[in-house]
């Protein structure tokens, strides 16, 4: 095969040369038979947990949420039938009150030895990046309920006292779903964060948005907005090598 780039699509042949591309049309780069950087990756690559850069003073419409939503339930599900939920709060009560439980969660997780603010790496780049990261934490902890949208995915049956298989399952069945949801957000030019700290409190947060505790698992917590910038770039991610084993441990 010649080292010129040859574009494939799935689904449908696209043409490299194309910048709007049809709608459901992914591009895939390959040279010599090996994958370059795609679209894909782009996404993959830039969505990340936007903090301080959450514009409070832009409303996301309804449509745009439920846009991303329905892309996100193409995601795997368990035995074709554990369908995930998602509760969107965006009346301003209901996600003070929320946020008002994610800072207590907060408060009670930063001493905690696991927390962003107690752990460190022999990386110097990794390490380099935990303060930035605890500041921007800190930040959404104290302006959660500002942010125009929250997500919380859930899933039933709960995991309590299954066996551990089954939990992976039910949970298989919703934390891709929510990921996949942030990764149509991104594409359609919003910003989100990955939290899951408030389940210290979902019985609390339960009873705010009217959620049957007793039958359904919350998952996380995604708040939801427009970016203030969006020059996103990959995070640094130390070398996979370190984190990878074939055929054994």
Excluded at 87 to 108: C, E, H, L, M, S
Excluded at 205 to 224: F, K, T
Aim: charged share 20%.
């Amino acid at each position: 095969m010649s080292a010129e780039s040859r574009v494939y699509s799935w689904g449908a042949a696209a043409d490299a040369g194309t910048t709007g591309a049809t709608r459901g049309v992914h591009p895939m780069v390959t040279v010599d038979g090996l994958p370059t950087q795609s679209a894909a990756d782009q996404v993959l690559s830039t969505t990340r947990c936007v903090r301080k850069g959450l514009d409070p003073t832009r409303e996301v419409p309804r449509e745009l949420i439920e846009d991303c939503l329905r892309m996100a339930m193409h995601a795997p599900i368990g035995s074709n039938g554990l369908y995930p939920h998602f509760v969107v709060v965006t009346d301003p009560a209901k996600r003070a009150a929320v946020a008002g439980f994610y800072k207590q969660a907060w408060d009670a997780y930063l001493p905690l030895p696991f927390s962003a603010a107690n752990l460190h790496f022999d990386d110097p780049v990794h390490e380099a990046q935990q303060a930035p990261v605890v500041s921007s934490a800190a930040y959404l902890a104290e302006h959660m309920a500002e942010v125009p949208a929250l997500v919380i995915p859930c899933i039933s049956p709960r995991v309590d006292g299954m066996p551990m298989w089954v939990q992976a399952c039910i949970w298989g069945s919703v934390l891709p779903q929510s990921w996949s949801f942030m990764l149509a957000a991104r594409v359609r030019g919003l910003a989100s964060a990955w939290t899951q700290i408030h389940l210290q409190f979902e019985e609390e947060v339960a009873a705010v948005l009217g959620i049957n505790h007793a039958e359904v698992q919350q998952a996380a917590l995604i708040p939801v907005a427009y970016p203030r910038r969006e020059d996103f770039k990959p995070a640094y991610r130390e070398p996979i090598q370190k984190f990878t084993h074939w055929d054994s441990w």
